[in-house]
């Protein structure tokens, strides 16, 4: 177990230190590091809040498990500042995202970019050679690739970030976005040989969980998809080949149903490590409704996008939050069709969009969201559910079982359908193509002779919505903030028809308690 799991993070993210240097009293004792303990540390970093599980203590002092939950907040800030999602809750920090009215004060940004530095803090912990870095060439080339996925999301969201590759009781200096990204890149390259064989694992195996080299090759795919914003020089050539070691890997797409259950619907329930399901799966966030319990992981994605009337989902929890924003419908059943999903069931509506991923729910609901602060005003989404396809029981009747596949493959399948599509005018090649009917004959609708850029970008919604990409695909894309961003969705920007705001909204600020604390940070521009 982790000496500083419950350390106060302020200085940067140096505050673990102090824990642990530190001499036991018997000079004759010798200490060592718990390095499985540690290990497994870095990755529940991202399923749970802290050693105690949901209803225990934070490892962030100060903030709660909700506020600072990684995939919570993932979701809250890629997912509720953009067309996808809105949500009728009054907490603080829920309006400014749905209004894309945030800043260094905004208390949900403030928690996810401490949960992102505290497992960085937790990978140089691990890394230290006279800790666990000598201790298994595997365990450290996997520890190494989480702590560049941390720094990702740390340089998507916030742009130029404090950055360390050690634990220091100094303050971390700044780096730029780019020389960020730098790192990303060079970490990925340089660990990805020395990570697991890639296989497709199930629950109970050895090394499912686990990150292997198709995580790394994942990451560099999305890494290079997005360079030109990162770093003003494109990369599509080299987005395009990583996606496609990923395409030809074991991690298959899960294309076969089961008990009425779709395959699509298969990746997002109770079982989803043990069917064929997990064959999808290339980082899979653990969740059991004993063992690995968390307010903030799964459990968070299915109770606040249900409410009672929607039906069984494996859980008492309905919490009734999160739904819908028109312009999403839309790009299942149509533009301005939104209002035809008021009054149908979930089997309706897929009927109606003849796409599975189509999982909506619009009983009792409007399609216009006139009310913020009313669940039903808005289709509400039926996509997460801790029911097993197996016809099994769920373990915990609160409690989820359904793990988040943070990466999948069916990713790297839309990257290079965009980056092909990007080098050919455009328009994709016969090989992009494929890419995009591979997804789309999963999900049993029509295919095309050819995929546009714009058709892809409306393709990754329909196939990753609720999943954290949205933010960053419309940022790609020229379509979130600035004054050339022509595309409008309901409530943007704070106003019903929606209203264009400013670039600088595209990076979140550095919150400002971490301005105050340490002085080597500069605001990002525009707050």
């Keep these: 177990m982790l000496p500083c799991a419950a350390a106060m993070l302020t200085l940067g993210f140096t505050s673990c230190i102090g824990d642990l240097d530190v001499e036991p009293i018997d000079p004759s004792t010798v200490m060592t590091a718990d390095a499985v303990g540690l290990f497994n540390k870095c990755y529940a970093n991202m399923a749970v809040a802290g050693n105690g599980g949901a209803n225990g203590d934070c490892d962030i002092d100060g903030l709660d498990g909700g506020t600072t939950g990684f995939v919570r907040q993932l979701f809250n800030a890629n997912e509720l500042t953009t067309d996808e999602s809105m949500c009728c809750w009054g907490d603080e920090g ?4 749905n209004y894309n009215q945030y800043d260094g004060s905004h208390p949900m940004t403030r928690g996810f970019y401490y949960r992102l530095l505290m497992g960085v803090t937790y990978c140089n ?10 201790y298994d060439k595997t365990m ?32 971390a200096p700044q780096a730029s976005r780019a020389e960020v990204y730098d790192f990303i890149e060079q970490e990925l390259l340089d660990v990805r040989d020395d990570m697991l064989d890639p296989a497709a694992r199930k629950f109970g195996q ?52 089961m008990n009425g259950y779709s395959a699509y619907q298969m990746l997002f329930m109770g079982d989803n490590g043990e069917t064929s399901a997990s064959s999808e799966a290339i980082l899979a966030v653990l969740q059991d409704g004993i063992t690995t319990t968390s307010w903030g992981t799964t459990l968070f994605l299915l109770a606040s996008t249900t409410k009672s009337d929607m039906g069984e989902f494996g859980t008492s929890e309905f919490w009734a939050g999160n739904r819908c924003r028109p312009n999403f419908v839309e790009k299942f059943l149509g533009e301005g069709q939104a209002a035809s999903a008021v009054g149908k069931t979930t089997a309706e509506i897929l ?18 969201i006139d009310k913020p602060g009313e669940f039903t005003s808005g289709i509400s989404c039926a996509k997460f559910s801790n029911n097993y396809a197996s016809l099994g029981t769920p373990h915990n009747s609160k409690f989820v079982d359904t793990d988040f596949f943070l990466m999948r ?21 016969t090989e992009g193509t494929k890419a995009v009917d591979a997804l789309r004959n999963r999900a049993h609708t029509s295919t095309y002779p050819t995929y546009s850029t714009n058709f892809i970008l409306d393709e990754r919604a329909r196939e990753l919505f609720y999943e954290g990409f949205r933010r960053t695909d419309l940022i790609r894309y020229g379509q979130f903030g600035g004054m050339d961003a022509t595309y409008n969705w309901q409530w943007k ?28 940070l500069k605001q990002n521009p525009g707050y």
């Excluded at 009927?351 to 216009?368: E, I, P, Q, V």
């Excluded at 790297?412 to 005018?425: K, M, S, T, V």
């Excluded at 920007?493 to 080597?520: M, T």
Aim: net charge negative; charged share 25%.
């Design 94 to 97: 829920i309006p400014a995202f």
């Design 125 to 134: 912990h691990y890394l230290d050679p006279e800790v666990c870095g000598n």
């Design 140 to 171: 450290t080339a996997e520890i190494r690739f989480l702590r560049a996925l941390y720094y990702y999301y740390l340089m998507d969201c916030f742009g130029n970030v404090p950055f360390l590759t050690h634990l220091s009781a100094e303050n």
């Design 206 to 257: 050895e090394g499912y969980g686990r990150a292997d080299r198709d995580a790394a090759n994942l990451l560099l795919a999305r890494l290079y998809l997005n360079a030109e914003v990162y770093t003003g020089k494109p990369q599509w050539e080299k987005a395009r080949e990583y996606a496609k070691l990923v395409m030809d890997g074991p991690h298959k797409l899960n294309t076969q149903g």
């Design 351 to 368: 009927a109606m969009a003849g796409d599975d991923r189509a999982l909506l729910y619009g009983k009792d609901r409007t399609a216009d």
């Design 409 to 429: 493959s069916a990713e790297a399948y839309l990257i290079f359908a965009e980056a092909d599509a990007r080098l050919n005018g455009g328009q994709t090649s």
């Design 493 to 520: 920007g704070g106003v019903q028809s929606g209203i264009r705001f400013d670039s600088h909204l595209n990076v979140f600020a550095i919150p400002n308690d971490d301005l105050e604390a340490n002085k080597n």
